[in-house]
C-alpha cells in the first residue's frame, strides 16, 4: 500500500506573524479526495545547556494556549533561512547568557504531527562561559538550573511535560551513556 497524499489546491486561510494555516485539498493514496488543514510554522531550535557541575538549565515561562507555567530548556524559532545551530546559539545567548564550548546534534522532532509542520532541532551545549542575559522584549521568563538527574527524574515522573523538553534530555542523557561507555 502506497502511504502518499497529492496536493490538488492549497489556500492559505490565516496569515499570521507567526503562523500561517492552510486548507488543502488532497488526493487519498487510495483513491478519492479529503480537505487536510495544517498550520504552518518556521520551526524551531531548542537546548539542553550543561555546565561543568552536571547542572541542566530550565526555564519557567507562562505558555498562553495552557493558561499555564511550562518548565522547558531553552528554545527559540527559527528566522527565514536560518541554520538551526546559528539560532539555537542565539538562544543561548540571549535567554541564559551562555557560549558554549562544545556542541552536539540531538537530532529533531516533529512536535504535532496531526496539525503542524513544526521542525525542532535538538541540541546538547557543554563547556558553558556565562555573560549577560539578553531577553528579548516581550520575554518573560524565570531561568533555574537543577542538576541533570533531578531534571531526567522530573521529565521520567511527568512534572515537566513539555515535548522538546523531554525528548532533548532523554536523547542527551543517551549520548553521554554512549559517552562513558564507548
Known amino acids: 500500500m502506497e502511504l502518499n497524499e ?45 555546565d561543568g557541575e552536571g547542572n541542566v538549565y530550565l526555564e519557567r515561562q507562562f505558555r498562553y494556549p ?56 535538538l541540541y546538547l551545549a557543554r563547556d558553558l562561559t556565562f555573560g549577560e542575559r539578553h531577553l528579548d522584549q516581550d520575554e518573560f521568563l524565570e531561568l533555574f538550573k537543577l542538576p541533570f538527574g533531578e531534571a531526567l527524574a522530573q521529565a521520567a515522573d511527568g512534572r515537566i511535560n513539555d515535548a522538546k523538553t523531554l525528548a532533548a534530555l532523554f536523547r542527551a542523557d543517551r549520548l553521554m551513556r554512549e559517552e562513558r561507555n564507548g
Open 66 to 121: 495552557y493558561h499555564k507555567v511550562v518548565t522547558e530548556i531553552p528554545a527559540g524559532k527559527l528566522e527565514p533561512g536560518e541554520d538551526p545551530a546559528h539560532a539555537i546559539r542565539r538562544e543561548l545567548e540571549e535567554e541564559i547568557g551562555a557560549v558554549a564550548g562544545r556542541w552536539d546534534s540531538l537530532g529533531h522532532i516533529m512536535p504535532s504531527v496531526g496539525y503542524t509542520d513544526e521542525m525542532l532541532y
Open 6 to 50: 497529492r496536493t490538488l489546491a492549497s489556500e492559505r486561510i490565516f496569515d499570521g506573524r507567526l503562523l500561517k494555516v492552510y486548507r488543502d485539498q488532497v488526493e487519498l493514496s487510495g483513491g478519492g479526495t479529503s480537505v487536510r488543514e495544517f498550520v504552518h510554522h518556521p520551526g524551531g531550535a531548542a537546548v539542553v545547556a550543561l
